[in-house]
Nanobody
Framework: QVQLVEAGGGLVQAGDSLRLSCAAS????????MAWFRQAPGEEREFVTS????????YYADSVKGRFTISRDNGKITVNLRMNSLKPEDTARYYC????????????????????WGQGTQVTVSS
């Protein structure tokens, strides 16, 4: 069992940066693929980025590639999402997720492969 708590959301202007964090509790954190998804009102929850258990491999959605960076600290059992050059279309509730996932893009980007989810943190980007 893994519990996840996100923090760091807020209201920013277009072009600003923001850093989200996800604190995990439970066992075997370093065996889980970690990911961030987001959901805008009226939209489905979509994949943003994921990182392999050891932190070596990462995947990003095309919409955030080059602007967002995921990282993890297995000693502190945290996952971070650095978001630069934010756009209004990045406005959404951001969710941290953990799962035992085969690390290829198709598997790592599929929300149904993640067993554990946080409550989310709201990010709003004004134009």
């Amino acid at each position: 069992q893994v519990q996840l708590v996100e923090a760091g959301g807020g209201l920013v202007q277009a072009g600003d940066s923001l850093r989200l964090s996800c604190a995990a509790s439970g066992r075997a954190f370093n065996t889980y693929t970690m990911a961030w998804f987001r959901q805008a009102p009226g939209e489905e929850r979509e994949f943003v980025t994921s990182i392999s258990p050891g932190g070596t491999y990462r995947y990003y959605a095309d919409s955030v590639k080059g602007r967002f960076t995921i990282s993890r600290d297995n000693g502190k059992i945290t996952v971070n999402l650095r978001m630069n050059s934010l756009k209004p279309e990045d406005t959404a509730r951001y969710y941290c997720a953990a799962g035992v996932v085969s690390f290829n893009y198709a598997s790592a980007s599929a929300r149904n492969n993640y067993a554990y989810w946080g409550q989310g943190t709201q990010v709003t980007v004004s134009s």
